[in-house]
């Protein structure tokens, strides 16, 4: 594969990371030989929230932000442990970038979903487009702080097969929880017919079991990039088209910061839950918990 159209289909897309328009289609990607040997990694089971299930967006590398939505959420106490008991939590991906905690947040979820499993709960973490941008070496939107993260070797651990690519290999691009479907971006058109294909994609890529991307890594449409949801006009028959298809009610996503906080559109059936809570925005701190009617919860910093 082409390093140069990879760059320049990175390129092309996160010149348009946070905006309100949809980006221009990337450059297509030559295939890669295939691999000699077969993707080990299987699909992750599933997660039956029993009682609590709540939804956190776009966290960004700030790790106090990050406390404030747990506790907001009545997840953690004051020395950051769980008491959420069965809570499920769904964090829709970006931990990485624009400041410096991302090791962090990610060790601190990481041990938060042990604790909550042991109490019949679950911290859920999705890939997000910053995700997958790092493990390609794309490190536009990295802070001098976290250019010196993960043990001074950012280049080497995020790359597919390093030790922290293998971690976020443990995570998925899309979530369906009960009733609802979670992802980074939104899981309309073609991608409604291709979820298990999608996620084990992208974690065999970035385990280094895989040699070609995923497709999920450029596509203007897919889970991590499409902002067809995050505007103020959404296609609310497509929404509803993909949700049926997907046995679904709702559909949670992140990705495009909303201005007036956690909102719903197309009968509820859509729910945008990036406010902006990491510290580069100074949004609000709202996390959305998945209950009938769903309802806001806030917190404060």
């Not at 997907?246 to 059936?269: F, K, W, Y």
């Not at 510290?279 to 806001?296: A, W």
Request: charged share 20%.
């Amino acid at each position: 594969m082409s390093a140069r159209l990879v760059t320049l289909a990175l390129v092309t897309l996160a010149s348009c990371d946070r905006g309100h328009h949809e980006p221009a289609p990337p450059p297509p990607i030559s295939p890669a030989p295939a691999a000699g040997k077969a993707c080990t990694l299987v699909a992750n089971p599933p997660v039956i929230a029993k009682h609590r299930l709540v939804a956190i967006g776009d966290l960004h590398g700030d790790l106090g932000g990050t406390r404030s939505a747990l506790r907001a959420a009545n997840a953690i106490d004051d020395s950051d442990h769980w008491i959420g008991g069965d809570l499920v939590i769904v964090q829709t991906g970006d931990v990485l970038d624009r400041a410096d905690d991302e090791s962090q947040i990610l060790d601190l979820l990481a041990r938060l979903d042990g604790e909550a499993r042991k109490a019949g709960g679950a911290v859920i973490q999705l890939l997000g487009n910053h995700e997958l941008m790092n493990a390609a070496g794309d490190f536009r939107y990295v802070t001098p702080g976290g250019a010196k993260d993960f043990d001074g070797d950012r280049a080497h651990e995020l790359a597919p097969g390093g030790v922290w690519a293998k971690r976020f290999a443990e995570h998925d691009v899309i979530a369906i929880v009960g009733d609802v479907v979670f992802s980074h971006a939104g899981v309309l058109g073609d991608w409604v017919g291709k979820v298990d294909a999608t996620n084990l994609a992208a974690r065999c890529w970035l385990d280094g079991q895989a040699a070609e991307p995923p497709d999920v890594l450029h596509a203007q449409d897919g889970p991590v990039w499409t902002r067809a949801l995050g505007v103020e006009q959404v296609d609310c028959p497509a929404l509803h088209v993909a949700l049926q298809r997907l046995h679904a009610r709702r559909m949670v996503v992140a990705h495009t910061v909303q201005p007036r906080g956690i909102n719903s559109t197309c009968d509820n059936e859509l729910w945008r839950i990036d406010v902006g809570l990491g510290k580069e925005y100074g949004g609000p701190i709202e996390v959305l918990e998945l209950s009938d009617p769903p309802r806001v919860l806030t917190g404060s910093r």
